[in-house]
């Protein structure tokens, strides 16, 4: 009868932790030093290049997620902007520079834990297509015991991370 009654409270806690994961551009930061390869002062627009949403659900056998690729590159415009703006590069009406970005989801896992909490880990692609017409692509990977959106803000950050030591976006940028 315990372990019946336990059952249903673990089904009922695995039910309510899916949904819809909607990132948060506070939740992490870029630290400056990560940006003392992009000439400053300068000029740049931040676009992102998913007009609409693009939906991608992550499930298990008892959890559904659902997640939007359009704002978690939202979510990725807003914090590379505000590193970028503390390093001196910022936006203007009539940019030096102009950034496409998309997040492409590859992938995640969540996974209920005895705590209970969700143990999760996230893929996924940042695009970025220059003004020049030359693009690159990152891939950023999260993990956490805290949840889908923890996963997922990593995923970026670590995405975001990387793009800052591209050969490619640093050559475009340093021009």
């Known amino acids: ?5 336990v059952a249903v409270l673990l089904i ?3 039910a309510g932790c899916g949904g819809e994961i909607v990132t948060n551009p506070d939740a ?3 630290e400056p030093s990560r940006l003392k390869e992009v000439r400053a002062p300068q000029t740049v627009t931040l676009n992102n290049g998913l007009a609409s949403a693009v939906k991608h659900q ?9 997640v939007d690729a359009r ?5 990725a415009i807003v914090m590379l902007r505000r590193a970028l ?3 001196g590069i ?10 496409t970005l998309r ?4 992938g995640g896992m969540g996974m209920f834990v005895p705590v209970p909490t969700v143990a999760a880990s996230a893929r996924l692609t940042l695009h970025a297509d220059f003004g020049d017409g030359t693009a690159t692509s990152v891939d950023g990977q999260g993990g956490s015991g805290f949840g889908m959106q923890d996963a997922f803000e990593g995923a970026i950050q670590n995405a975001l991370h990387r793009l800052l030591f591209d050969p490619a976006f640093l050559a475009y940028m340093n021009r």
């Open 1 to 5: 009868m315990v372990f019946r009654a």
């Open 90 to 99: 910022r936006p203007a009406p009539q940019p030096g520079k102009t950034v």
């Open 12 to 14: 009922a806690a695995l």
């Open 71 to 75: 704002q978690l590159t939202e979510t």
């Open 58 to 66: 992550i499930r298990t056998e008892s959890i559904a997620w659902e």
């Open 85 to 87: 703006e503390k390093q």
């Open 28 to 30: 992490l930061t870029i």
């Open 103 to 106: 997040i492409q989801v590859r």
